[in-house]
């Protein structure tokens, strides 16, 4: 059973930073892409990065500059770095996978259970 257990959320300030953690666990065959999503109150979800296993990053363009994803491979664990955050970037952050096991090596989404990060003053 894989289980993806995300970490480091909170309340800060504008133009403060926060480092999100997610942490895979279970017996995993290979991570293809992992990432993290938000779903802001009221609004649809959105990816906000994701990283390959080749090492190719996206993000999302209201992101860009402000947000890294890296990731400890040895560990099975990802990180976004959030720096300079805003108000709009109040949402919950849920970390993904794509991954497979070795029960059933075929890729497949798995999803955490989401962390609240709230940007106020």
């Known amino acids: 059973q894989v289980q993806l257990e995300e970490s480091g959320g909170g309340l800060v300030q504008p133009g403060g930073s926060l480092r999100l953690s997610c942490a895979a666990s279970?017996?995993?065959?290979?991570?293809?892409?992992m990432g993290w999503y938000r779903q802001a109150p009221g609004k649809d979800s959105e990816m906000v990065a994701t990283l390959t296993s080749g090492g190719n990053t996206d993000y999302a363009d209201s992101v860009k500059g402000r947000f890294t994803i890296s990731r400890e491979k040895a560990r099975n664990t990802w990180y976004l770095q959030m720096n300079s955050l805003k108000s709009e970037d109040t949402a919950v952050y849920y970390c993904?996978?794509?991954?497979?096991?070795?029960?059933?090596?075929?890729?497949?989404?798995?999803w955490g259970q989401g962390t609240q990060v709230t940007v106020s003053s």
């Open positions: 279970g017996s995993i065959g290979s991570i293809n892409t």
């Open positions: 993904s996978a794509n991954l497979w096991v070795p029960t059933n090596p075929v890729y497949r989404d798995y």
